[in-house]
């Protein structure tokens, strides 16, 4: 490791040397093509990394070299081999150097595996959870708080999945933490965090910040999610949506998927094999001129704002409707010629 390691560390590493070698030995044996260079580049940076954020607590460093070491053979190995991934951990270290020194092990895999889990939704989620996790760095969370920030910061990158664990973590959160994972103004009184998770809960289309606010937000929102598999979507044929007790489904022939969708995202959720009988869309869920009316709630096609500035709305009253469904939450319709499901989600339908 000689050149690598910087002199501050040299000493601290030396005492590890026997368990750092028993490691790699470990390791090379399962994986004998494994980047040694790489290795020691990502251990000595993740280690000079910590180092610095711990300047006030010098001794702290020692527990963490070998947890450090273990993560570095992952980063060298085929599932740590994603761009950035190196340098976003580099950075959780940085904002969260006591908490890490607390639980390395499991707060350093957590860590990762968050990183591999948002960067394979999208390629800019890892800077966006960073960015939201930042906000909390200032609060010195211990472990606990840490993952409960963690699954906030997911649910607001993209990964719709974690809404449930979000919203229990809103909860039992302080209200800085959440007025910084959730971009409430500081000008706002933040709401009893229980009965705010409680209406987020009942309204997974809302807009938290301007819910915290009591402000107005648009009537309803519009994504339009999946895409053609081929280019990284979900579908392998033009989907078609339907609704199974209380649940929005979408399937392209082959396999059906449950959808889990909010205001900040989509997941498509494994739900078996496509269903062999013809799925006629919901009587229900009509598409008007000028408006959308789904059991009886209309809305008007002027009061939906796209939540991406590139999928606006397309033409719903031209463009032919081959599936429709309504979940309590928001319609969901498909077309002959498109891979994506358009979701018109609808703010305080379930409240």
Same mark, same amino acid.
């Given at each position: 490791?000689?050149?690598?390691?910087?002199?501050?560390?040299?000493?601290?590493?030396?005492?590890?040397r026997?368990?750092?070698?028993?490691?790699?030995a470990?390791?090379?044996?399962?994986?004998?093509?494994?980047?040694?260079?790489?290795?020691l580049?990502?251990?000595?940076?993740l280690?000079?990394?910590?180092?610095?954020?711990?300047?006030?607590?010098?001794?702290?460093?020692?527990?963490?070299?070998?947890?450090?070491?273990?993560?570095?053979?992952?980063?060298?190995?085929?599932?740590?081999?994603?761009?950035?991934l190196?340098?976003?951990?580099?950075?959780?270290?940085?904002?969260?150097?006591?908490?890490? &020194?607390?639980?390395?092990?499991r707060?350093?895999r957590?860590?990762?595996?968050?990183?591999?889990?948002?960067?394979?939704?999208?390629?800019?989620?890892?800077?966006?959870?960073t960015?939201?996790m930042?906000g909390?760095?200032?609060? !010195?969370?211990?472990?606990?708080?840490?993952?409960?920030?963690?699954?906030?910061?997911?649910?607001?990158?993209?990964?719709?999945?974690?809404?449930?664990?979000?919203?229990?973590?809103i909860?039992?959160?302080?209200?800085?933490?959440?007025?910084?994972?959730?971009?409430? &103004?500081?000008?706002?009184?933040?709401?009893?965090?229980?009965a705010?998770?409680?209406?987020?809960?009942?309204?997974?289309? !809302?807009?938290?910040?301007?819910?915290a606010?009591?402000s107005?937000?648009?009537?309803?929102?519009?994504?339009a999610i999946?895409?053609f598999?081929?280019?990284g979507?979900?579908?392998?044929?033009?989907p078609?949506?339907? !609704?199974?007790?209380g649940i929005?489904?979408?399937?392209?022939?082959?396999?059906?998927?449950e959808?889990?969708?909010?205001?900040?995202?989509?997941?498509?959720a494994?739900?078996?094999? !496509?269903?062999?009988?013809?799925?006629?869309?919901d009587? &229900?869920?009509?598409?008007?001129?000028?408006?959308?009316?789904?059991?009886?709630? &209309?809305i008007?096609?002027?009061?939906?704002?796209?939540?991406d500035?590139?999928?606006?709305?397309?033409?719903?009253?031209?463009?032919?409707?081959?599936?429709?469904?309504?979940?309590?939450?928001?319609?969901?319709?498909?077309?002959?010629?498109?891979?994506?499901v358009?979701?018109?989600?609808?703010?305080g339908?379930?409240?």
């Amino acid at each position: 490791m000689a050149g690598l390691i910087p002199p501050e560390l040299a000493a601290c590493v030396e005492r590890h040397r026997v368990a750092l070698n028993a490691a790699f030995a470990a390791h090379r044996a399962g994986h004998p093509r494994i980047d040694a260079d790489g290795v020691l580049r990502a251990f000595a940076s993740l280690a000079e990394t910590a180092r610095a954020a711990l300047a006030d607590r010098p001794d702290a460093i020692d527990a963490l070299i070998e947890p450090l070491f273990a993560i570095s053979l992952e980063l060298a190995g085929p599932r740590g081999r994603l761009p950035g991934l190196e340098a976003h951990l580099g950075r959780f270290i940085a904002l969260f150097p006591h908490a890490v &020194s607390h639980e390395p092990d499991r707060l350093l895999r957590d860590a990762a595996n968050a990183y591999r889990t948002l960067f394979a939704r999208c390629v800019s989620a890892p800077e966006r959870w960073t960015a939201l996790m930042a906000g909390t760095s200032r609060l !010195a969370p211990t472990p606990d708080e840490l993952r409960r920030y963690g699954a906030i910061a997911a649910w607001r990158a993209g990964l719709a999945e974690f809404r449930q664990a979000a919203v229990a973590s809103i909860g039992a959160s302080g209200s800085d933490a959440v007025r910084a994972l959730l971009g409430i &103004s500081d000008n706002v009184a933040m709401p009893d965090p229980a009965a705010f998770a409680a209406a987020l809960a009942d309204n997974p289309w !809302a807009d938290p910040a301007a819910l915290a606010a009591g402000s107005a937000q648009p009537r309803a929102c519009f994504a339009a999610i999946g895409g053609f598999s081929a280019f990284g979507g979900v579908f392998a044929a033009p989907p078609v949506v339907f !609704a199974q007790d209380g649940i929005a489904l979408a399937h392209d022939g082959t396999r059906c998927f449950e959808i889990i969708a909010d205001r900040f995202g989509a997941h498509f959720a494994p739900a078996g094999a !496509a269903p062999g009988d013809r799925i006629a869309p919901d009587p &229900s869920v009509v598409v008007g001129p000028s408006a959308i009316v789904a059991h009886g709630i &209309s809305i008007a096609l002027r009061d939906i704002a796209p939540i991406d500035a590139n999928h606006p709305l397309p033409d719903l009253p031209v463009v032919p409707v081959r599936g429709s469904a309504y979940d309590g939450h928001a319609v969901y319709l498909t077309t002959p010629l498109s891979y994506r499901v358009f979701v018109v989600g609808i703010a305080g339908a379930g409240a």
